[in-house]
C-alpha cells in the first residue's frame, strides 16, 4: 500500500529547465504524452512530486501514476504487471538516483552504442549508464527496494522525495533537494525579469 507523508519539504516544483542535474532526455508523467517521438508515437511523460516513508529494509512506494508510466514504458509488462526500469546512481558527485524507464534506459544504450567504440565519451557513458546503476522490478505492492549502497549513497533515511523529469523520475533525500535544487532554481530565477514567462524558453523548440 502506498503511504505518503504529507509534503514538509520543497514546496514548489523546479521543472526540467531549471533542475542543476537534467537528464539526456527532457522526460515525464502518468499516461499523458510528451514531445519526443519514437516510431511515429510521443514519449510518455512522468508529473509530479511526492513524498515517501521508506522502510528499514529500503522499500519504498512509488507513486501510483508513475508506476502507470514505467508499465507502459516496458514492451515485457502486461497491464497491472511487475514493469521493470533502470536505477542510475552515477558517481561520488550524484547526490540522487535517477530512474529510468525501459524506453528511455533503451534510448541511451543505443546512443551509446552509436559512439566510437574506446572513445572517452563511450566509456565515460558505459561506466555511468552500465557500471553506475541497478537494473529492478517494482514488487506486486508497488514497491522500490534501494539497497543500502543506494541509501547511504544519497543519504537516504525514513523519507524519500520523488520528482518528475520528463521520462525519469528522481529520488532525493528532501534535505539534499531543498538546499541544493531548490537554491540553484531560485539562484536561476533571480537572473530573469519579474515578468519573464517561462515558456519563452520553448520558442524555436519546433512546436505548438
Known sequence: MQSDIPQSGPRRRVDQWQQINPPLFILGDGLTRGTREKDGKLGRRFRGESHHKVDSKGRVSIPASFRRVLEASDPNCDPGGNPELVIVYGDHRRQFLECYTMEAIEEVDAKIAALPRGSK????????????????????????VLPAKLRQKIGLEGEAFFIASGDTFQIWKPETYEEVEMAEAEKLMEELPEDFDPLEFLDGAGGA
Open 121 to 144: 565519451g563511450r566509456k565515460i557513458l558505459e561506466r555511468m549508464f552500465n557500471g553506475q546503476s541497478l537494473p529492478t522490478t517494482v514488487d506486486e505492492t508497488g514497491r522500490l
